[in-house]
């Protein structure tokens, strides 16, 4: 249950941090905790209940009370239990640690189990909020957010770590976390100071004036992110100076977050323009081009340093969607998205214009021809309105495992079907080749800090391997591709990133007939445990594959019979999707 809080205003100078430490004499309230992403819950501690210390904790006579039932809520599937005391050796160690202003890449949980225990957060301007746990309160704290911890001055407390899978350490705060992912993400949510979008009306006589679509909703930065489009706050510290190209002058523009962002995407070239009738030659002429609706075959890569302009972007249903980008927002736009850019009324934008290897500074405007070209279609299958893995029902009659071998007369598969049955795919375009490997590490810094490898860091996949299902690469193909095509189940979630080539994954529905996906490069798909299913490359008898797992590797098939049908994971399976 949600439930009633103390929390306050930090004083700016804190001398003893376990100290109440009140500053602010206004409110603090759960509507503004609520603002930044905190949510407070209240559990009872039940007295006849032993707590052990442990990690992983693991409950004994707590399976079906209101903590358990509060944990399948929010997906909390791994626990921890730590008495923090004086009479611990490494007490004040663990105080300092926990008391170092921090960020994590996943949603944090405290269970005060016993004593008295504060939790300090940001706020979005930068003050501390103390919040006040007693036994049985609950602190949820979105990722992203910069936190820490410390108990009272009776220097005692029972605190229980709850997150959704295995905890990953969270990190102090620095010039990378300010542009890591979660705090972005982060940002993006909660902040203020984000990027505005909104939907924009038909009627347009000035391009730079707002042109909002009256009444009509804020686009949340989840649409946006649906298309492909990515914004960072990078607050500006210094001016800049008209450069092409551009390189950092000072120290601080050689170690700043700007420079850490630049590094972590491999951006090695930069240039900075000014865009206002004084600076930019053939001034009106230019902004007619920028407003003109185009792609690029690259991804555009914007900071604005100083003034304030719009990016336009086509929504899934070809809808313009307007973005209000000022000092200090970085945005990102795929190559092959329709966009166009205008300066506000202010007549004034300087920008950073960002690329990874040489420039590509050509526009290619909308036509039939740039609709049906490569980049715009790479761009529909990755966001648009049918992008994932396309699949439809098989026929009975199979003569070759690597045609379509669609139903006749039966429409596609919904997304919603596969959803159902526990499949899930997502889209991470490939942004390098990769080389075959077993097991596979990252090479480059982007292969360290790319979508692939922050979705592995969330969800625990620490084993990767890179494999390639051609006749040249593979030893004994035609072999490998019988057993890959036995229908089978696995004892664990069968999680394949497809990097190049394409194939299929047939699955089996819940009335037991098949269901095929074409999975292509960028596509990664995920097959829950004890589901029957096979994979074959398509007719292009070429795939390279990454298959990813959580701990060691499990590679075992189990094929189809009627041990495998009483097994513990088909059973769980069936159980999970198939009896609802």
């Not at 007295?47 to 039932?69: G, M, N, R």
């Not at 299958?381 to 690597?402: F, H, T, V």
């Not at 049955?421 to 982007?446: C, F, T």
């Not at 979705?455 to 996949?461: F, P």
Request: glycine share 4%.
């Amino acid at each position: 249950m949600v439930c009633d809080i103390k929390a306050w205003w930090l004083a700016k100078d804190v001398q003893d941090p376990k100290a109440d430490n009140v500053g602010d004499s206004s409110e603090v309230t759960l509507e503004i905790l609520e603002k930044i992403g905190v949510e407070i819950y209240h559990i009872r501690v039940e007295p006849a209940k032993v707590f052990t210390d442990a990690c992983p904790w693991v409950p004994q006579s707590q399976k079906i009370d209101e903590l358990a039932a509060f944990r399948q809520q929010h997906d909390l599937g791994w626990a921890s239990l730590e008495t923090l005391d004086t009479n611990q050796q490494d007490y004040d160690q663990k105080i300092k640690a926990h008391f170092e202003e921090q960020v994590s890449d996943e949603i944090e949980v405290r269970y005060i189990i016993q004593g008295r225990f504060f939790i300090d957060v940001r706020s979005l301007e930068n003050k501390w909020i103390r919040i006040e746990c007693e036994s049985g309160c609950v602190v949820r704290l979105p990722r992203g957010i910069y936190h820490r911890f410390t108990t009272d001055q009776q220097n005692s407390a029972r605190v229980m770590r709850l997150v959704e899978s295995a905890p990953l350490p969270s990190l102090p705060r620095c010039e990378k976390t300010d542009i890591s992912t979660s705090r972005q993400g982060y940002l993006r949510k909660y902040g203020t100071d984000r990027p505005q979008a909104w939907w924009m009306t038909d009627d347009i006589k000035d391009p730079r004036a707002e042109n909002r679509l009256v009444d009509a909703p804020a686009v949340p930065s989840q649409v946006l992110e649906d298309l492909g489009v990515l914004s960072f706050i990078i607050p500006v510290e210094e001016k800049y100076e008209n450069a092409l190209p551009w390189e950092p002058k000072t120290e601080k523009q050689k170690t700043d977050r700007l420079s850490h962002f630049r590094k972590q995407m491999g951006m090695n070239y930069a240039d900075v323009i000014t865009i206002h009738k004084d600076k930019l030659p053939n001034y009106e002429d230019k902004l007619k081009m920028f407003f003109e609706e185009h792609l690029h075959d690259d991804d555009e890569v914007r900071y604005i340093v100083d003034g304030s302009g719009y990016f336009d972007v086509r929504s899934k249903d070809d809808k313009w969607i307007r973005i209000l980008c000022k000092a200090g927002h970085l945005i990102t736009l795929p190559k092959g998205i329709y966009h166009r850019f205008t300066p506000d009324s202010n007549n004034y934008a300087q920008a950073m214009r960002l690329f990874v290897g040489d420039p590509i500074w050509t526009p290619v405007n909308r036509s039939e021809d740039a609709d049906k070209g490569s980049v715009r279609q790479g761009y529909l299958s990755n966001y648009g309105p049918n992008a994932g893995p396309e699949a439809w029902w098989m026929s009975d009659e199979l003569q070759d495992p690597r045609a379509e071998n669609r139903k006749e007369g039966e429409s596609s598969v919904n997304p919603s079907v596969l959803e159902s049955l526990g499949v899930h795919s997502m889209i991470i375009p490939v942004v390098e080749k990769y080389d075959n490997a077993l097991p596979w590490k990252p090479q480059s810094e982007r292969q360290k800090t790319d979508a692939l490898a922050r979705l592995r860091k969330k969800l625990g996949m620490n084993y990767a391997d890179v494999i390639t299902i051609h006749k040249d690469k593979l030893p004994n193909y035609e072999d490998k591709l019988k057993m890959f095509f036995e229908e089978h189940l696995h004892d664990d979630d069968e999680v394949r990133y497809i990097v190049d080539g394409s194939g299929y994954f047939d699955v089996r529905s819940k009335d037991d007939k098949w269901i095929r996906i074409l999975c292509k490069a960028g596509h990664l798909i995920t097959l829950p445990k004890g589901i029957y299913h096979r994979f074959t490359p398509d007719s292009n008898n070429y795939a390279q594959a990454m298959r990813l797992f959580v701990g060691d590797p499990i590679w075992t098939p189990v094929n189809r019979s009627e041990e495998a049908d009483e097994g513990k994971s088909r059973r769980k399976y069936v159980k999970k999707y198939l009896s609802k």
